[in-house]
């Protein structure tokens, strides 16, 4: 019973974090008018909260070492939730981005505490089915932001995306604070501050520098430069420390086990798959094919479905095939859906999307379960806390990088493609000086290059998406051999955790 409840109060925890990763999206229109800002500024709301959680991850192992990991998750949901209250009071762009800063920190360790805690109260033999409930709060999150923030800001106000936050917040709190006992503290624990810093200034520095390349011409813009010079050095930096330092701010224990490093690596590659087409398919399904906000979202559920249908099965397979090859048949399932929506156009019915989506919903949990249970079935325990703020890094800034990427083709192959097309559109087109249903598209009148204008940027940002989703089918391919690098491994004798009953 006393599990049961921790998982709840667990898979409360997690949802409430993910879902903010995706809520507000819907939202940053409305918070635009509100607070009367550009497009580009509107959006630090979502970068500067990625990029602070991403940063504030990796200390999670630390500071659960040092304060205890009860204390410390209580405090960080506690935290989240004021920040999320103070979002949604905010009255100008400038208090906004500062408490999503301030709530990316506080909920930066939510994802690897809840993960290492999951582990820790169920048995080894069961830690598949552990991870597939985890997994499934986690993918809860993302999927139901979208329709539960259209829905939100449709029938209250944008600020109640935040508000939602706080009896889940309370809740979640409550109970872990009653129910799961604490860690041991090490009074003597440390943190290199100078490897922390250095990771931070890199990850920081690369963030901005995809979030803002596009918008001023990439390295021919001072900024740019400094933002990739700082990168380069925050990570040189951080490696160096790692490697010479006698207590570096990661331990290098868990980069010697080969099932942690693949299974964080095909971490990272999966979640720029996941969100990056989730950040594509919101506004193409809005923009392109018109759907209303909540009709878009009730679209992208089958996601949701798919990932959340092979949780009770979890088990079951990874003891009948081993996770290698499940995330062997994860990848598969990847690749019939990203190949499937190279050939999308605005025409297509709702089908091909309800299908697509519900494959990529397999692919995740076919692929993100056994990643999360065979990648720390060989660390032993002491360090699983520290691994697990690790493979929540990777995640968060695979997701970050991804959307950043896709945002940025996205923009640049509308703009090619305009070009490309515009070229064939002049008064000397002899299809365009016929008469019929196509005069009004005549070049030579204002009306007309307003019209043809419209036209050409429609085909342009349509080409363009279907240019992302063959860049994300490639990487799929290119990264499917990764899961041979995953072992099909048991527990080491000594990462056996006490259970609670």
């Known amino acids: 019973m006393r599990r049961a409840l921790i998982t709840v109060c667990v898979l409360i925890a997690t949802v409430t974090q993910t879902l903010d990763s995706t809520i507000a999206n819907v939202a940053l229109p409305y918070m635009q008018g509100s607070m009367a800002v550009s497009q580009e500024e509107i959006s630090w709301v979502l970068t500067t909260y990625i990029v ?24 960080s949901i506690l935290g989240f939730t004021a920040a999320s209250i103070l979002c949604g009071m905010a009255q100008s762009l400038d208090q906004i981005i500062l408490f999503r800063i301030l709530q990316g920190v506080l909920g930066a360790s939510l994802l690897p505490l809840s993960q290492s805690t999951m582990l820790d109260i169920w048995p080894p033999e069961q830690h598949g089915t552990a991870m597939a409930i985890w997994m499934t709060g986690g993918l809860i999150g993302p999927v139901l932001g979208p329709t539960l923030g259209g829905w939100l800001t449709a029938n209250f106000d944008w600020r109640w995306v935040f508000y939602i936050n706080l009896p889940l917040g309370i809740m979640s709190a409550l109970g872990l604070w009653a129910f799961l006992k604490e860690t041991p503290v090490s009074r003597s624990a440390r943190l290199d501050w100078t490897g922390f810093l250095a990771l931070g200034i890199g990850i920081g520095a690369l963030q901005t520098m995809l979030d803002r390349g596009q918008t001023l011409d990439w390295f021919a813009s001072r900024e740019i430069q400094v933002e990739a010079v700082l990168t380069g050095l925050g990570f040189y930096v ?12 990661l331990s290098p224990g868990m980069f010697k086990d ?60 990874l003891k009948t095939i081993g996770p290698r090859a499940m995330t062997g048949l994860g990848f598969v399932a990847a690749i019939y859906a990203l190949y499937d929506m190279t050939s999308w156009t605005p025409d297509i019915s709702v089908w091909p999307i309800l299908t697509a989506g519900f494959a990529l919903g397999l692919a995740t949990s076919f ?46 192959n509308t703009q090619v493609n305009h070009a490309i097309i515009s070229a064939a559109v002049t008064p000397f087109n002899r299809v365009l000086q016929s008469g019929g249903p196509l005069h009004f598209w005549n070049p030579s009148s204002p009306m007309g290059v307003q019209m043809l204008n419209q036209i050409v940027t429609r085909q342009s940002n349509i080409i363009a998406y279907v240019d992302n989703f063959k860049l994300m089918l490639v990487l799929v391919i290119v990264a499917t051999p990764l899961a041979l690098l995953i072992r099909n491994a048991r527990p080491k004798p000594g990462t056996v955790t006490v259970v609670v009953e």
């Open 367 to 412: 692929i993100s379960i056994p990643l999360a249970t065979a990648g720390f079935a060989t660390l032993p325990v002491e360090l699983r806390s520290e691994a697990a703020s690790m493979f929540a890094l990777s995640r968060n800034l695979g997701s970050s990088v991804g959307i950043s990427i896709t945002a940025a083709l996205l923009v640049a």
């Open 52 to 75: 602070a959680a991403a940063i504030m991850t990796a200390p999670t192992g630390y500071l659960a070492r040092r304060f205890g990991r009860t204390r410390v998750f209580v405090v």
């Open 238 to 249: 951080f490696i160096t420390q790692s490697l010479l330092a006698p207590k570096p701010f």
């Open 258 to 317: 080969l099932n942690f490093v693949s299974a964080a690596t095909v971490m990272f590659v999966l979640s720029m798959i996941v969100f990056a087409s989730m950040a594509l398919l919101a506004p193409y399904l809005q923009v392109l094919m018109n759907y209303p906000v909540a009709t878009a979202g009730l679209i992208m559920a089958p996601r949701g479905a798919g990932a959340i249908l092979v949780a009770p099965f979890t088990n079951w397979i």
